[in-house]
T-cell receptor, first 116, second 111 residues
Framework: GAVVSQHPSWVICKSGTSVKIECRSLDFQATTMFWYRQFPKQSLMLMATSNEGSKATYEQGVEKDKFLINHASLTLSTLTVTSAHPEDSSFYIC????????????FGPGTRLTVL | QKEVEQNSGPLSVPEGAIASLNCTYSDRVSQSFFWYRQYSGKSPELIMSIYSNGDKEDGRFTAQLNKASQYVSLLIRDSQPSDSATYLCAVNTPGNTPLVFGKGTRLSVIA
C-alpha cells in the first residue's frame, strides 16, 4: 500500500508559538492532501483539502489564518498552527490521494500536538 | 448533506467469533466504499475497499456491498483480541471530494 509519513510524530510547545507539521507521500504523487484533527474519543474532523499548487479549501469553522496549509509539491504538504493555544492541542492527521481518478485515501501516522 | 451512519458500539464478541460491522450511506451516487481500522491513539489504516455489489474477501475480512439498499458491511472471521479497535466506514462520490467518514464502531474482542 501507499506510504504517507508525518513529521514530527509529537510536539510540545508554549502558548503563542507556531508549529509546522509536514506530510509526505513516499511512494506516490499526491495530487490531493487532506488535514484532519481528532480530539480524544471523538471522530475524525476534516479541517481542509489541498490540491498541489492551489490554495487550500477549509471546512466551515476552521480558521484559515490560524491553520496555514501549503501544498507546494506532489509529495509534500505542510500545516502550520500559528499562535497555538492549549485548545489547539489535538491529534493532527494528514491523508493523501493520488490523481487520475484514484479515490483511496492513505493516512499518515499523525502528529500529537500539546500546547502548554 | 452526505451522511454515513454506523452504530457506535461498543460491539463485543468472543474470541474466535464472527464480528459484523454495518454502515449505511445517504448519497445514492456513491461509488467507492472503504473500511479503515483505527487503534486507540493511532491514525486510520485502510483494510478493505469495495466498488461493486457483492462480497470481497481478503483473509479474515469480507466486505459486502448492496448499493440498492445503500448498505456496506464488514465481517471479521475468527476474531482476535488484536482486532479490538474502532472501524471506520468511508464513502466516496464522483469528483475530487474527500471521503465521507462514519463516526466509527468500536469493536471489542474478548479473550
Amino acid at each position: 500500500g501507499a506510504v504517507v509519513s508525518q513529521h514530527p510524530s509529537w510536539v510540545i510547545c508554549k502558548s503563542g508559538t507556531s508549529v509546522k507539521i509536514e506530510c509526505r507521500s513516499l511512494d506516490f504523487q499526491a495530487t490531493t492532501m487532506f488535514w484532519y484533527r481528532q480530539f480524544p474519543k471523538q471522530s475524525l474532523m476534516l479541517m481542509a483539502t489541498s490540491n498541489e499548487g492551489s490554495k487550500a479549501t477549509y471546512e466551515q469553522g476552521v480558521e484559515k489564518d490560524k491553520f496555514l496549509i501549503n501544498h507546494a509539491s506532489l509529495t509534500l504538504s505542510t500545516l502550520t498552527v500559528t499562535s497555538a493555544h492549549p485548545e489547539d492541542s489535538s491529534f493532527y492527521i494528514c491523508s493523501a490521494r493520488s490523481g487520475g481518478g484514484a479515490d483511496t485515501q492513505y493516512f499518515g501516522p499523525g502528529t500529537r500536538l500539546t500546547v502548554l | 448533506q452526505k451522511e454515513v451512519e454506523q452504530n457506535s458500539g461498543p460491539l463485543s464478541v468472543p474470541e474466535g467469533a464472527i464480528a459484523s460491522l454495518n454502515c449505511t450511506y445517504s448519497d445514492r451516487v456513491s461509488q467507492s466504499f472503504f473500511w479503515y481500522r483505527q487503534y486507540s491513539g493511532k491514525s486510520p489504516e485502510l483494510i478493505m475497499s469495495i466498488y461493486s455489489n457483492g462480497d470481497k474477501e481478503d483473509g479474515r475480512f469480507t466486505a459486502q456491498l448492496n448499493k440498492a439498499s445503500q448498505y456496506v458491511s464488514l465481517l471479521i472471521r475468527d476474531s482476535q483480541p488484536s482486532d479490538s479497535a474502532t472501524y471506520l466506514c468511508a464513502v466516496n462520490t464522483p469528483g475530487n471530494t474527500p471521503l465521507v467518514f462514519g463516526k466509527g464502531t468500536r469493536l471489542s474482542v474478548i479473550a
